[in-house]
């Protein structure tokens, strides 16, 4: 079966940098997801990891260590508008994906 | 049509009757997907289909059952809805299984 554990909250403050951890255990591994969902919306898309390292994008960076099966989302600059959840999903060994609870991000003045 | 649709946007359901959720995209993409979710449990796969023609059970398949006639349409219906299934579904779709997912807008759905 696969595993994924990430913290069920977080509150940071605008400005600032905010890392949301991301553990798994799976059976095979071909990809991990980054997706953030507003409140009463749907997920959209943030990163995709599939090899070691960070891979950045704008405001957004994400890490990924296979051996350790962990990865990061850190999120630089925090505006009030990344006050949202952000949902971790690794792709198993059958390319099924599961996601783990989510990080509700709260983003305080 | 731009992107992924679903309907209706939202159901007040009575215990034991049947129920089609509908989605549809546009983007020609060969995986679709139907997810529930819940407050504290996050998104569950329901169903998924990597290319039309084809299906396979995820997380939480009991009491679904999902079809895949052609690359556009990913119908998902409750045979009989039981008050358990009350959530919010998502339909996404992606290229192929190892590719982003874009997700629908959702349906919120509550069974009495």
């Known amino acids: 079966g696969q595993n994924i554990d990430q913290p069920t909250e977080m509150t940071a403050t605008e400005g600032a940098i905010v890392q949301i951890n991301c553990t798994y255990q799976t059976s095979g591994f071909n990809g991990l997801f980054w997706y953030q969902q507003h409140a009463g919306e749907a997920p959209t898309f943030l990163s995709y990891?599939?090899?070691?390292g960070l891979e950045e994008k704008g405001r957004f960076s994400s890490f990924l260590s296979r051996s350790k099966g962990y990865s990061y989302l850190l999120l630089k600059e925090l505006q009030m508008k990344d006050s949202a959840s952000y949902l971790c999903?690794?792709?198993?060994?059958?390319?099924?994906?599961?996601f783990g609870r989510g990080t509700s991000l709260i983003v305080h003045p | 049509i731009a992107g992924i649709t679903q309907a209706p946007t939202s159901q007040i359901l009575a215990a034991g009757r049947r129920m089609t959720l509908r989605c549809t995209q546009d983007m020609r993409h060969n995986a679709m997907y139907w997810y529930r979710q819940d407050l504290g449990l996050g998104l569950r796969l329901i169903h998924y289909s990597n290319t039309a023609g084809t299906t396979g059970k995820g997380e939480v398949p009991d009491g679904y059952s999902v079809s895949r006639a052609n690359t556009d349409d990913f119908p998902l219906t409750l045979a009989s809805a039981v008050p358990s299934q009350t959530s919010v579904y998502f339909c996404?779709?992606?290229?192929?299984?190892?590719?982003?997912?874009?997700f629908g807008p959702g349906t919120r759905l509550t069974v009495l």
């Open positions: 996404a779709s992606s290229v192929a299984e190892n590719n982003e997912q874009f």
């Open positions: 999903a690794v792709l198993g060994g059958s390319y099924i994906p599961t």
């Open positions: 990891n599939v090899l070691d």
